[in-house]
């Protein structure tokens, strides 16, 4: 099938280039000119998304070719991309960095599968002619790449512009769209080898601002839009977009509870989407304000930063007793990273301990180091209420937290095995007690369509169980 997508990849020669500020000042400025953008980040991230989804007004998705079948993104990208009149792809890391020597799932991957056309944004500091010699290598490395402009970044004056700018006209024959100068401020502050997220910037708008403001100053924004419009037909095999429809589950739909707050709030579009897909009715809860778990027949707890919001959560008390009791009577609860170090007893940052809701017995330690950091996949070795036996999960995993085992638990044990990741010990993950399920690991619901499917069933089951134990209640009473 031919398609006509406006489409760009932003990429650069390694993270921390200048990427995300690019593209959200990108979107912001096309969002004013009217055009209705989507926006998508490639790789397994959270925090660039957020930003992505504040300024474009539309859930930013993400494509990654480790997490989901090429089929499955490709589906992703084209039901959401047909809803818009331009479509903006953030790449991560360096265009050609992958898992392996093939450069296997790096954003150049990614780009040829979308057909999408790349402006490359390369940081020119104490280098002219050279810079057009690292293009060259670019462009002949993988002559498939539809490599189509150039951002020049941390421009030093006029002289090194100009001469870079013939340099690549000379040697590369690629159009340079805009030189960025060295900018003394920048308020997109940064921690764990990204931005911060924008859950916990006070002043968002003055950023996003900031951004739109380098992208009308120093980008060519009709050369830009020239490109992707040049650049709009997709010819795409209808035999390789692959789509798993879902429907309700049978019985009563059931109340499934997300933390959503500044604590909790790593969930993909996606995760959610297939469980109100399944017949879910999602209820929203706050950790930090919310003094009572309210009624709900499973909970889903992502991850986050529940480390910069310790002292807030350990003062919600009740909060924090209402879940134990809640998980002790046999609420299906399904917790990932951020969510199971929450569940576990202690937060120990700095020296200091601070009370978390206990229902795992072990305290998390935060290190100055990543603890976990990449692509997971893991066996299910062990019964439990979520994943078959047997199966196969990939995922994702990145924290600075480690696990202090306390004491030993005869109904605790994990269930996954690592096969590659870190884990809990480097060889396990996935903490099952009665319908607990913990683990350090992210799923994206379009990889691993069981994961919905089996929250939805335990909450289903978990429903039907309360039910019947207040109809025997009444015939008690009765």
Not at 55 to 79: A, K, P
Not at 93 to 119: C, H, N, W, Y
Not at 254 to 268: C, E, H, L, S
Not at 364 to 369: D, I, V, Y
């Given at each position: 099938?031919?398609?006509?997508?406006?489409?760009?990849?932003?990429?650069?020669?390694?993270?921390?280039?200048?990427?995300?500020?690019?593209?959200?000042?990108?979107?912001?400025?096309?969002?004013?000119?009217?055009?209705?953008?989507?926006?998508?980040?490639?790789?397994?991230?959270?925090?660039?998304?957020?930003?992505?989804?504040?300024?474009?007004?539309s859930e930013c998705r993400n494509l990654d070719q480790f997490l989901m079948s090429e089929g499955e993104l490709l589906h992703s990208f084209l039901t959401t991309a047909?809803?818009?009149?331009?479509?903006?792809?953030?790449?991560?890391?360096?265009?050609?960095?992958?898992?392996?020597?093939?450069?296997?799932?790096?954003?150049?991957?990614?780009?040829?599968?979308?057909?999408?056309?790349?402006?490359?944004?390369?940081?020119?500091?104490?280098?002219?002619?050279?810079?057009?010699?690292?293009?060259?290598g670019c462009q002949t490395f993988d002559p498939d790449l539809n490599m189509a402009g150039i951002i020049l970044n941390r421009v030093a004056g006029k002289r090194q512009?100009?001469?870079?700018?013939?340099?690549?006209?000379?040697?590369?024959?690629?159009?340079?769209?805009?030189?960025?100068?060295?900018?003394?401020?920048?308020?997109?502050?940064?921690?764990?080898?990204?931005?911060?997220?924008?859950?916990?910037?006070?002043?968002?708008?003055?950023?996003?601002?900031?951004?739109?403001?380098?992208?009308?100053?120093?980008?060519?924004?009709?050369?830009?839009?020239?490109?992707?419009?040049?650049?709009?037909?997709?010819?795409?095999?209808?035999?390789?977009?692959?789509?798993?429809?879902?429907?309700?589950?049978?019985?009563?739909?059931?109340?499934?509870?997300?933390?959503?707050?500044?604590?909790?709030?790593?969930?993909?579009?996606?995760?959610?989407?297939?469980?109100?897909?399944?017949?879910?009715?999602?209820?929203?809860?706050?950790?930090?304000?919310?003094?009572?778990?309210?009624?709900?027949?499973?909970?889903?707890?992502?991850?986050?930063?529940?480390?910069?919001?310790?002292?807030?959560?350990?003062?919600?008390?009740?909060?924090?007793?209402?879940?134990?009791?809640?998980?002790?009577?046999?609420?299906?609860?399904?917790?990932?990273?951020?969510?199971?170090?929450?569940?576990?007893?202690?937060?120990?940052?700095?020296?200091?301990?601070?009370?978390?809701?206990?229902?795992?017995?072990?305290?998390?330690?935060?290190?100055?180091?990543?603890?976990?950091?990449?692509?997971?996949?893991?066996?299910?070795?062990?019964?439990?209420?979520?994943?078959?036996?047997?199966?196969?999960?990939?995922?994702?995993?990145?924290?600075?937290?480690?696990?202090?085992?306390?004491?030993?638990?005869?109904?605790?044990?994990?269930?996954?095995?690592?096969?590659?990741?870190?884990?809990?010990?480097?060889?396990?993950?996935?903490?099952?007690?009665?319908?607990?399920?913990?683990?350090?690991?992210?799923?994206?619901?379009?990889?691993?369509?069981?994961?919905?499917?089996?929250?939805?069933?335990?909450?289903?089951?978990?429903?039907?169980?309360?039910?019947?134990?207040?109809?025997?209640?009444?015939?008690?009473?009765?």
């Amino acid at each position: 099938m031919k398609l006509y997508r406006p489409r760009l990849v932003i990429a650069a020669l390694r993270g921390g280039a200048g990427k995300t500020v690019i593209t959200l000042g990108l979107c912001a400025v096309l969002r004013e000119k009217g055009l209705k953008v989507v926006s998508f980040k490639k790789g397994p991230d959270f925090i660039d998304p957020g930003w992505l989804s504040l300024v474009c007004g539309s859930e930013c998705r993400n494509l990654d070719q480790f997490l989901m079948s090429e089929g499955e993104l490709l589906h992703s990208f084209l039901t959401t991309a047909t809803e818009s009149d331009i479509a903006l792809i953030e790449g991560n890391r360096g265009i050609f960095d992958g898992l392996d020597l093939a450069g296997t799932f790096s954003t150049a991957s990614l780009a040829k599968l979308l057909q999408a056309p790349v402006l490359l944004i390369v940081d020119v500091t104490m280098a002219t002619r050279t810079i057009a010699a690292t293009i060259k290598g670019c462009q002949t490395f993988d002559p498939d790449l539809n490599m189509a402009g150039i951002i020049l970044n941390r421009v030093a004056g006029k002289r090194q512009e100009s001469l870079i700018r013939s340099c690549i006209d000379t040697f590369c024959e690629i159009p340079v769209v805009g030189a960025i100068p060295k900018l003394r401020s920048n308020p997109f502050p940064e921690r764990h080898m990204g931005l911060v997220p924008c859950q916990e910037q006070e002043e968002v708008t003055k950023s996003v601002l900031w951004a739109k403001k380098i992208v009308e100053d120093y980008l060519d924004l009709p050369k830009i839009l020239e490109i992707a419009e040049k650049n709009g037909n997709m010819d795409i095999d209808p035999d390789l977009v692959e789509h798993h429809e879902l429907f309700p589950l049978e019985g009563a739909s059931p109340k499934i509870g997300v933390i959503r707050d500044r604590a909790f709030w790593f969930y993909y579009p996606e995760n959610l989407e297939q469980l109100k897909a399944l017949g879910a009715e999602i209820v929203e809860i706050n950790s930090l304000e919310d003094t009572q778990l309210p009624p709900v027949d499973a909970l889903y707890i992502g991850g986050g930063f529940p480390e910069t919001q310790a002292e807030h959560l350990s003062h919600n008390s009740s909060f924090r007793r209402s879940l134990k009791e809640q998980i002790e009577q046999g609420l299906p609860v399904y917790a990932e990273c951020g969510g199971l170090m929450y569940l576990g007893r202690n937060l120990l940052i700095k020296d200091k301990l601070y009370p978390m809701v206990g229902a795992l017995p072990l305290d998390f330690a935060l290190e100055a180091r990543p603890q976990g950091h990449g692509y997971t996949i893991l066996e299910v070795v062990e019964e439990n209420p979520y994943y078959p036996k047997g199966g196969i999960i990939k995922g994702h995993e990145f924290h600075y937290s480690r696990p202090l085992f306390l004491e030993p638990d005869p109904e605790l044990a994990p269930v996954l095995k690592v096969l590659r990741g870190k884990g809990l010990d480097s060889s396990s993950d996935g903490l099952c007690k009665k319908n607990l399920f913990a683990t350090y690991t992210h799923i994206h619901a379009r990889g691993t369509p069981s994961w919905a499917r089996g929250l939805v069933k335990v909450a289903l089951l978990h429903k039907a169980a309360k039910i019947s134990n207040e109809n025997d209640f009444c015939q008690k009473k009765d």
